[in-house]
């Protein structure tokens, strides 16, 4: 005879929740994109923000099938491809060419996110050190989204490169609203792509405070006042040899740069190669004095457009100044900035021709740059990046779809 079955046990029905609740959470796991963001690399967050594809075992995989990325993959891909002919390949060659040996910092200020030309003019540094008023940012959880979601981050992501990748700066005030909201904000963002495009390995990062009295300590819960935000980052390129990037959200004003521990800190890596481009004219004002006479005094090696320190302040009994292209005074945003002296300098017979552009005059026709070489600097080693310079570097692999 079957015998009919009772009410089950208490333990019987709590062990038969436990399974169905297990269950269910696989189920939810097989249908979600990719696990929680912070089981992401940086490296992987850097390939998949540069159209590049993520390691092979990375939770980022799945997304690359979206379409949002293939297209943004698609347009990085055809946007540094026309880079790398019009300004990246010739930057490298003048560099290798013109820059005598290479010191252990670069020093960018007012640089924004722009690793792509520190790297271009200066690839073989150890230290990278750029700063300015942009913030840092965070690691993008693009898991949260929806796909959509993801599509229109990286759009936002492409605006926000526009203007670097067509005319080699980025404009001050879209930047203030474009860092500033949305998926991408921050710093960050870009240097990762800046990165990957380099083709570099990002090791590690690390979130920092520049103190006052010029140490860097993990950031804490709160930002301590009188402290800067800033991001470290290690990373190797194709040579495996280990390198950082700093970039400090540091006030560079006389004001600034008097509380801030920012001058202490560089000084600790001694003498720099030193890069200022579309600086919008800041170090022209006598509220930046101390960082003009900084940059003065640590630089070994300068290279500028005009928006740099006025020629009137570098000394030529201390400094040999190879100028290079055209001077046409500023473009109109910026009147009262035309420098005669710097007129003459360039109208002397001794500028020489340039292939690329760079500065509010991007346009190779109207290019300027001014080399500045300390004469008290011993002549180092031959430049290494002179060897290859003239070849584009290989462009990071990405899948094919």
């Known amino acids: 005879m079957n015998r009919i079955a009772g009410p089950k046990s208490r333990a019987e029905t709590l062990d038969i929740s436990r399974i169905a609740a297990f269950v269910a959470g696989l189920l939810l796991f ?24 993520p390691a092979q075992d990375s939770p980022l995989v799945p997304l690359t099938k979206e379409s949002g990325w293939i297209r943004h993959a698609r347009t990085l891909d055809q946007a540094w491809s026309r880079l790398e002919k019009r300004q990246l390949v010739p930057i490298r060659a003048w560099s290798g060419k013109h820059i005598p040996g290479h010191r252990q910092l670069m020093l960018y200020m007012f640089s924004g996110p722009d690793f792509l030309y520190a790297d271009a ?44 990748l067509n005319y080699s700066f980025f404009i001050t005030k879209q930047m203030k609203s474009e860092l500033r ?37 993990p950031r804490g819960a709160t930002q301590a006042k009188g402290r800067s935000a800033g991001v470290k980052i290690e990373f190797t390129g194709n040579d495996q040899e280990p390198r950082t990037l700093y970039y400090f959200r540091t006030d560079l004003s006389n004001g600034g740069l008097k509380k801030s521990g920012f001058r202490k800190f560089c000084e600790t890596f001694g003498a720099a190669d030193s890069l200022i481009k579309s600086a919008s004219y800041l170090l022209h004002s ?78 190779t026709h109207e290019t300027s740059v001014l080399l500045a070489i300390k004469k008290s600097a011993a002549a180092p080693a031959v430049h290494p990046a002179a060897q290859s310079a003239e070849q584009p570097s290989q462009q990071p692999k990405r899948q094919q779809h």
């Open 181 to 217: 909201t949305g998926n991408m904000r921050g710093t960050l963002p870009l240097l990762y792509v800046f990165m990957a495009r380099a083709g570099k390995t990002i090791r590690q990062v690390e979130f920092v405070d520049l103190n006052p009295d010029g140490t860097v300590s």
């Open 286 to 363: 006598g509220n930046f004095t101390i960082a003009r006479q900084f940059l003065l005094d640590q630089s070994t090696a300068l290279v500028q457009d005009p928006s740099g320190i006025p020629l009137k302040f570098i000394d030529r009994k201390a400094w040999n100044l190879h100028p290079f292209g055209k001077y046409l005074g500023p473009i109109n945003i910026f009147p009262g900035r035309y420098q005669r002296d710097l007129k003459r300098l360039f109208g002397s017979g001794r500028a020489r021709p340039i292939k690329f552009g760079i500065g509010y005059r991007w346009r």
């Open 30 to 53: 097989s249908l979600a994109p990719v696990s929680a963001a912070e089981t992401i690399s940086p490296n992987d967050m850097a390939r998949y923000l540069a159209g590049l594809a």
């Open 121 to 164: 003019f200066y690839p073989s540094a150890k230290t990278y050190i750029l700063s300015a008023l942009e913030p840092v940012g965070g690691h993008p959880d693009l898991t949260r989204l929806s796909r959509g979601g993801r599509a229109s981050a990286l759009q936002e992501l492409r605006g926000s490169m526009q203007t670097v």
